[in-house]
């Protein structure tokens, strides 16, 4: 097995991640520190910082030069940072050293690393933007088409009260509406530029460290957080906060589906399930099964990402180092987990018969809530409580269907006590709403 399922050919269809798999790779985090450098170098020039023309061979130059990972790879592991070896490589690759030595001017290594992180994250948090709205579309689909088929509803694995399909995949729909919601000041709050130097003072980097800073956040698209974030994490936690609220969504869907699609229950189908090795009868559930353990993974992983959210006075190797290890494995789970949820919502399918099958089960106990008010217009609330659990408990110790034994008592309850549509309460309207949300996106 390799090291990450990530980069296993083995497991590239079980846990792939697509275009955010690129970002995460080493290319793309070189190919993201150039862009800094050669912006940082432009609006130097622009300043008067460094010469006008260096700074515009410097910028050409980083679109155009292309550093392999493997060449600075020993750099790295003696300096233990990566940019030293990059800008040594650059500068040599540019084949103009009066113009290189401009290049790095002033700026820090965790500057340019922390900026060219949050150009990678903000294009891994529209890739996450564009599936989730994949999602909630094909759940508002389902919403809509199923707003009134009647299914059990279970608390603690148990029938509670009749429920719907559509409202159950409004349920799993609405808490990601509301993670999209709050991605525009996610953005604002997290997706900042780094210019601080080396102690997070900006002493290298002249008079004008602030317009620099906010010249160099405006050409690469980012928010200038006016100050240094070289020991404050809050924004790659508040990015992993919101990355496990969607995961956590998403892992509710795929742990109820894991418990609709069991043998004993099978009240739905997934598009793609999968084989047993050894039993034919069987089609496992294979999607939510790799969405859940992706949860499983990125609960872990967030747990180490708020310890190293602890550095040390004004920079810390440790801690910024365990970072690195972690922010990319938790935005690959999430990417993985949002490929799966893709599919299941686009493919899963309800069976009708099986789950008015399941709602007649137990002998309509599921139905018991419904008389107990039925049975308080007849007499006190309490008592009709009361009368209820020992329908419900004669049921069970003669096998026989509670709507018989309490129509036997009481021939004056309504048609309906025991209809699931009457039930279902506003499921059916709770349904068409969020279908109605799920429709814009």
């Not at 089960?361 to 039925?374: C, M, P, Q, R, T």
Request: overall charge neutral; proline content about 5%; some cysteine.
């Amino acid at each position: 097995m390799a090291a990450s399922v990530f980069d296993s050919p083995l497991f590239a269809h079980l846990f792939s991640t697509g275009e955010c798999g690129r970002l995460m790779s080493d290319t793309a985090a070189i190919r993201a520190m150039l862009l800094v450098e050669g912006a940082l170098a432009q609006v130097q020039g622009k300043q008067g910082i460094i010469p006008e023309i260096s700074a515009a061979a410097i910028h050409r130059a980083t679109l155009e030069v292309q550093v392999d990972p493997g060449a600075i790879a020993k750099a790295t592991g003696e300096n233990g940072v990566s940019v030293p070896g990059l800008v040594a490589a650059f500068r040599d690759e540019m084949k103009a050293p009066e113009h290189a030595q401009y290049v790095h001017w002033g700026a820090t290594s965790q500057d340019i690393l922390d900026t060219a992180l949050m150009l990678r994250l903000r294009q891994a948090l529209l890739l996450a933007e564009t599936d989730l709205h994949a999602v909630i579309r094909a759940l508002g689909k389902q919403a809509k088409a199923h707003a009134h088929l009647p299914m059990p509803a279970r608390t603690y694995g148990q029938h509670a009260t009749p429920t719907t399909w559509g409202a159950v995949a409004a349920d799993w729909g609405a808490p990601l509406i509301e993670a999209l919601a709050g991605l525009e000041n996610l953005r604002k709050s997290t997706l900042w530029v780094s210019l601080s130097g080396a102690a997070g003072t900006a002493s290298a980097l002249g008079p004008e460290a602030a317009k620099t800073r906010a010249g160099l956040a405006k050409a690469l698209g980012l928010h200038d957080p006016q100050r240094s974030w070289h020991t404050d994490r809050g924004p790659i936690l508040r990015i992993a906060d919101w990355q496990g609220q969607v995961m956590a969504a998403l892992a509710h869907m795929a742990e109820t589906l894991i418990g609709l699609t069991s043998t004993d229950i099978s009240e739905v189908s997934l598009g793609s399930s999968g084989a047993s090795s050894t039993m034919p009868q069987k089609q496992n559930p294979v999607a939510p099964s790799a969405l859940l353990a992706l949860h499983l993974q990125f609960n872990g992983l967030r747990s180490t990402l708020q310890s190293a959210a602890v550095h040390q006075h004004q920079r810390d190797g440790a801690a910024w180092f365990a970072e690195w290890m972690v922010v990319p494995q938790l935005t690959l789970s999430l990417a993985a987990a949002l490929r799966h949820a893709r599919d299941i919502a686009e493919n899963m399918t309800p069976h009708p018969m099986r789950m008015h099958s399941n709602l007649d089960d137990n002998l309509g106990l599921i139905h018991a809530e419904a008389l107990s008010f039925a049975l308080a217009e007849l007499m006190p609330r309490p008592k009709a409580q009361k009368v209820t659990k020992a329908l419900c408990l004669d049921a069970l110790r003669q096998g026989t269907p509670l709507e018989d034994l309490a129509r036997h008592d009481y021939p004056d309850l309504g048609k309906d006590v025991f209809e699931p549509v009457r039930g279902t309460g506003l499921a059916a309207q709770d349904a068409l709403a969020f279908a109605s949300r799920a429709a814009k996106f």
